[in-house]
């Protein structure tokens, strides 16, 4: 909104030279949501305990310590993220760009389906929200529409292909199939997130790392000269995108504020969902899906645990850990909850920081 109310204007006030700038723009949507946050904050907290009694239903087949230090919590705290979010981007973004619009869709579509199921869970006193099935689908038709937008948006020769890390030319084309996979990709990404999200601050700051990440990549592919000289795929209209992950960042920040041990608040699904949507559609758009992987690579951790627990159970009987997700598996060994999220979020700086490496290893 500010891009396109001062650009105008960049020719008579030269103080208005800055806002061509992706960089500065970036760093404004940081201090907006930021702020926003802050502001907002403890307004939200006290709105939602109002609307919460017993706050956010702990489960009674979960650490037996979450009944006790947990319990009352209010959740729906991604409203918080999302208000953040969206006044940072509206006002710093370049509101013309199509692929501001395809992620944005996806980080409030995926919102509101959490939305509803925490709401569902908070007003039935229990863990069972909007169907599985039934939120899979919504999932993947919000996922389908942006990704067919960014398809559409998206240069001739990558609209359809999926790039691979550590080769600078080779492209996978998938023709029809490139729509689905994008739309996996991005319900995956969300529902990893939303199993990260299981300790105060566990799956938070994992995200603003890879937010942060991505602003890098952003900038970098929607750049003729960077992109030239790293040999990465040149995606013009990327770099608009830095200021969304900026965003993100910055409303991150705000909300691991309120939500630092112990947590005055949780983001619930309506926080997890929305944004492990727009990691995944950035992803998309930058062309780095696979590189998703690795900066993301706690996600996946933490998914393939859940999916090796379930598996094994069902064919062996046996379980591989004491308790799925991972980071629950390491609760029941006895850590302390500050020493789990801690190490995790260890393993997700060494992660972003090797899958940021595979800009230049070309």
Same mark, same amino acid.
């Given at each position: 909104?500010?891009?396109?109310?001062?650009?105008?204007? %960049?020719?008579?006030?030269?103080?208005?030279?800055?806002?061509?700038?992706?960089?500065?723009?970036?760093?404004?949507?940081?201090?907006?949501? /930021?702020?926003?946050? $802050?502001?907002?904050?403890?307004? #939200?907290?006290?709105?939602?305990?109002?609307?919460?009694?017993?706050?956010?239903?702990?489960?009674?087949?979960? @650490?037996?310590?979450? /009944?006790?230090? &947990?319990?009352?919590? @209010?959740?729906?705290?991604?409203?918080?993220?999302?208000?953040? /979010?969206?006044?940072?981007?509206?006002?710093?973004?370049?509101?013309?760009?199509?692929?501001?619009?395809?992620?944005? #869709?996806?980080?409030?579509? $995926?919102?509101?389906?959490?939305?509803?199921?925490?709401?569902? &869970?908070?007003?039935?006193?229990?863990?069972?929200?909007?169907?599985?099935?039934?939120?899979?689908?919504?999932?993947?038709?919000?996922?389908?529409?942006?990704?067919?937008?960014?398809?559409? %948006?998206? @240069?001739?020769?990558?609209?359809?292909?999926?790039?691979?890390?550590?080769?600078?030319?080779?492209?996978?084309?998938?023709?029809?199939?490139?729509?689905?996979?994008?739309?996996?990709?991005?319900?995956?990404?969300?529902?990893?997130?939303?199993?990260?999200?299981?300790?105060?601050?566990?799956?938070?700051?994992?995200?603003?790392?890879?937010?942060?990440?991505?602003?890098?990549?952003?900038?970098?592919?929607?750049?003729?000269?960077?992109?030239?000289?790293?040999?990465?795929?040149?995606?013009?209209?990327?770099?608009?995108?830095?200021?969304?992950?900026?965003?993100?960042?910055?409303?991150?920040?705000? $909300?691991?504020?309120?939500?630092?041990? @112990?947590?005055?608040?949780?983001?619930?699904?309506?926080?997890?969902?929305?944004?492990?949507?727009?990691?995944?559609?950035?992803?998309?758009?930058?062309?780095?899906?696979?590189?998703?992987?690795?900066?993301?690579?706690?996600?996946?951790?933490?998914?393939?645990?859940? #999916?090796?627990?379930?598996?094994?159970?069902?064919?062996?009987?046996?379980?591989?850990?004491?308790?799925?997700?991972?980071?629950?598996?390491?609760?029941?060994?006895?850590?302390?909850?500050?020493?789990?999220?801690?190490?995790?979020?260890?393993?997700?700086?060494?992660?972003?920081?090797?899958?940021?490496?595979? /800009? &230049?290893?070309?």
């Amino acid at each position: 909104m500010l891009y396109l109310l001062l650009f105008p204007l %960049v020719g008579e006030v030269n103080a208005f030279n800055v806002i061509q700038y992706l960089t500065f723009r970036t760093g404004g949507a940081v201090i907006t949501a /930021l702020v926003v946050s $802050f502001l907002f904050g403890p307004r #939200i907290i006290a709105w939602l305990r109002s609307k919460q009694r017993n706050g956010q239903p702990i489960r009674a087949d979960g @650490p037996p310590s979450h /009944l006790l230090t &947990k319990k009352g919590t @209010p959740t729906m705290g991604g409203v918080l993220i999302l208000l953040a /979010l969206g006044v940072g981007t509206l006002l710093w973004a370049d509101l013309r760009n199509g692929y501001v619009w395809a992620v944005l #869709i996806v980080t409030f579509g $995926f919102g509101a389906v959490g939305f509803v199921d925490d709401y569902m &869970k908070v007003t039935r006193s229990n863990h069972h929200g909007v169907p599985g099935k039934l939120k899979f689908l919504a999932e993947l038709v919000i996922a389908g529409v942006a990704a067919w937008w960014v398809a559409d %948006v998206a @240069p001739d020769n990558l609209s359809h292909a999926l790039a691979v890390p550590f080769f600078k030319n080779l492209l996978i084309p998938l023709g029809l199939a490139f729509v689905p996979f994008a739309a996996l990709l991005m319900v995956g990404t969300s529902n990893a997130v939303n199993l990260t999200d299981g300790l105060d601050g566990l799956a938070i700051v994992p995200v603003m790392i890879a937010a942060a990440s991505f602003a890098l990549i952003a900038y970098l592919v929607g750049n003729v000269v960077f992109a030239n000289y790293l040999q990465l795929h040149l995606v013009p209209g990327s770099g608009e995108l830095a200021v969304f992950c900026g965003a993100l960042v910055g409303a991150g920040l705000g $909300f691991l504020w309120f939500n630092a041990p @112990p947590a005055m608040l949780f983001m619930g699904d309506t926080g997890s969902l929305s944004m492990g949507g727009a990691l995944g559609a950035v992803s998309i758009v930058t062309k780095h899906e696979l590189v998703l992987a690795i900066i993301g690579g706690l996600f996946v951790l933490e998914t393939v645990s859940v #999916i090796v627990q379930v598996v094994s159970f069902k064919l062996t009987g046996n379980r591989v850990f004491r308790m799925a997700p991972l980071h629950h598996h390491y609760e029941q060994k006895g850590w302390q909850e500050a020493t789990i999220v801690i190490r995790f979020w260890i393993i997700a700086v060494i992660l972003a920081l090797v899958g940021l490496s595979t /800009l &230049k290893l070309r």
